[in-house]
């Protein structure tokens, strides 16, 4: 059997659909079709159902996957290995939201490269969950890191961290709120919220999580980024709900103080993602084992 066909075949698979997994080999659509369609001939058997929007396999075709992906990583894994002894220039490819992967990842990914000895490149881009892990499924990123797990067998997701939301203001409004209350929502009226979406995205996960409610405010600043939320909670512009990590030295100078404390403070879990199959690509592989032993120490 053409090591080829199977190759397209498992990519037609993980990806779930032909125009998709055309683009991460290279391939026009046709032609993956043309090779699904020989290997279907050569087996007697169809290998996937064509649906209105992507494809799914068959139960022959599940069986066939589970037995070749394998096989075909561990060869995809023998060829790069090789690439590697002979020092070729490898560069990963990251993607991530831009706060958590300039203040996290960044810096551990930043010390592997000056360890690594191997020439080993990064090229990093920002974007939301959505936007990151469409572009991991199209081949332009080979590791991306996300608060949302895909769906699908296309792309596999590791827990990377959880990062703790506390809700902040500068000592100026501390001393104006007072304590907010341990039960039931404090009432914000027209206090000033400093978010990075219209929506309050991070103050309404946090009165849901903790208050049981939505807050009853708009957003007075709204700024595209939480390290510049950051810097506007720090004047003075309103109270914000920012992850701890990002805001523990503004805390512990003073420049902001916790406005409330609960017992169990709201959570957002990252994710680390690659697709399906590319942890053989040893330079894919170092970097994800090193960000998840980086990520023992964040949390």
């Known amino acids: 059997m053409d090591l080829a066909l199977l190759r397209t075949f498992v ?9 998709r997994a055309a683009a991460l080999l290279g391939l026009s659509q046709p032609a993956v079709t043309s090779q699904i369609r020989t290997l279907e001939r050569q087996l007697g058997r ?6 209105a929007r992507g494809v799914t396999p068959t139960t022959i075709g599940d069986e066939l996957a589970h037995k070749a992906a394998p096989h075909l990583d561990a060869l995809v894994e023998i060829a790069e290995s090789g690439l590697d002894e002979e020092s070729a220039l490898r560069t990963l490819h990251l993607a991530g939201p831009p706060e958590f992967t300039a203040e996290r990842a960044l810096p551990a990914l930043t010390e592997l490269a000056a360890r690594d000895g191997q020439g080993f490149a990064l090229r990093a881009s920002f974007g939301t969950a959505e936007d990151t892990l469409e572009g991991l499924a199209a081949g332009h990123h080979d590791l991306a890191i996300s608060t949302a797990r895909p769906r699908g067998a296309l792309l596999t997701a590791s827990p990377l961290c959880d990062e703790e939301h506390v809700l902040v203001a500068s000592p100026h409004w501390a ?15 027209n206090l000033p919220v400093v978010e990075v979406h219209e929506s309050l995205p991070f103050v309404s996960r946090y009165w849901a999580s903790v208050f049981d409610s939505c807050p009853a405010a708009a957003g007075t600043v709204i700024v595209p980024d939480l390290r510049a939320v950051l810097a506007c909670a720090s004047a003075g512009a309103g109270l914000a709900v920012l992850p701890r990590y990002l ?15 609960p017992l169990v403070p709201p959570l957002r879990t990252y994710f680390l993602v690659v697709r399906t199959g590319s942890l053989a690509l040893p330079h894919v592989a170092r970097a994800h084992e090193w960000l998840q032993r980086a990520a023992a120490r964040w949390c």
Not at 11 to 19: E, K, L, M, P, Q
Not at 46 to 51: A, T
């Open 46 to 51: 169809p290998l996937f159902l064509r649906q």
């Open 175 to 189: 001393e104006r709120i007072g304590a907010l209350p341990l039960d039931g929502a404090p009432a914000l009226g």
């Open 11 to 19: 990519t037609v698979h993980r990806a779930g659909s032909f125009t």
């Open 247 to 261: 805001c523990g030295p503004a805390l512990e100078r003073e420049e902001i103080v916790l406005l409330h404390d």
